[in-house]
């Protein structure tokens, strides 16, 4: 029964922390759902600004008008919500961390999101004009553009997922290193096989173009380089320095 007991107070506590975080996104989305058509509106703006006379966008299906902002305005919600659901994250895992871990996950948490950020505004600003630009470009004489609302609100999601898991790249490295699972000079060795890795995840996580891929792919050995240097900051605790943590806190409890 006392075993149990511990094991029902976490999964309380994970429960009441996963409440507050689905909470959070409600709200947020509560308070922007009525701007859902312009928020539309701003997302679609880099399309519809290099898009010839003729052009436009359509609703092949008769729910999409609403639903497509719908859709766009919760994923938003959740985005804005992101540093409180990390905080909640981090309120149920912290009693179990030693302090040096403390010391490592806060900074991390906080420079995570600050990237996830900077990876979709970098997609917004940078990618979608010279992307866009280039799509509506190329297209054949006498085919008149009309992108479907659903087909475009999945493509720019696609790049705002990929660009902001991409800007992650700097923490990856960070904890490989802190763990010890790899360290600098070891990454440093392999930087020819990560430069083919980059390029092929741009394919994989980008659509089917070039310019998509070179632009998600040059970031993220970028950043790649970032994570080197901020590794080298943080080094692998040894297994005498955790069993002294625990000691102490053992005996100030």
């Not at 509106?41 to 999409?64: E, N, R």
């Not at 305005?73 to 804005?80: E, G, H, V």
């Not at 280039?134 to 990929?162: C, H, M, Q, R």
């Not at 998600?216 to 994570?227: D, K, T």
């Amino acid at each position: 029964m006392s075993q149990q007991q511990p094991l029902i107070a976490h999964l309380l506590e994970l429960r009441t922390r996963l409440l507050h975080a689905v909470a959070s996104v409600l709200i947020v989305f509560v308070g922007l759902v009525y701007w859902a058509q312009d928020i539309y509106h701003y997302v679609a703006t880099p399309l519809l600004k290099v898009m010839p006379q003729s052009g436009s966008m359509i609703a092949t299906d008769v729910a999409a008008p609403f639903f497509a902002p719908f859709k766009l305005t919760l994923i938003l919600a959740f985005f804005i919500a992101v540093p409180y659901v990390l905080y909640q994250i981090w309120s149920f895992i912290a009693p179990g961390l030693y302090k040096h871990e403390k010391r490592l996950i806060i900074p991390l948490l906080i420079s995570s999101t600050l990237l996830f950020y900077m990876g979709i505004a970098f997609a917004y600003y940078v990618v979608f004009p010279v992307v866009f630009g280039f799509f509506t470009s190329v297209a054949p004489e006498g085919v008149n553009i009309a992108t479907d609302i659903n087909s475009y609100l999945s493509f720019v999601l696609k790049l705002f997922f990929a660009f902001g898991l991409a800007f992650e790249i700097p923490i990856a490295v960070v904890l490989l290193c802190w763990a010890g699972v790899t360290s600098v000079d070891d990454l440093k060795e392999k930087r020819p096989y990560i430069v083919v890795g980059a390029f092929v995840v741009g394919m994989l996580l980008t659509p089917p173009d070039v310019i998509s891929q070179t632009m998600l792919a040059v970031p993220m050995l970028l950043l790649f380089e970032g994570g080197l240097i901020a590794a080298r900051f943080y080094s692998k605790k040894s297994d005498d320095t955790d069993e002294q943590e625990q000691a102490d806190e053992t005996a100030n409890n």
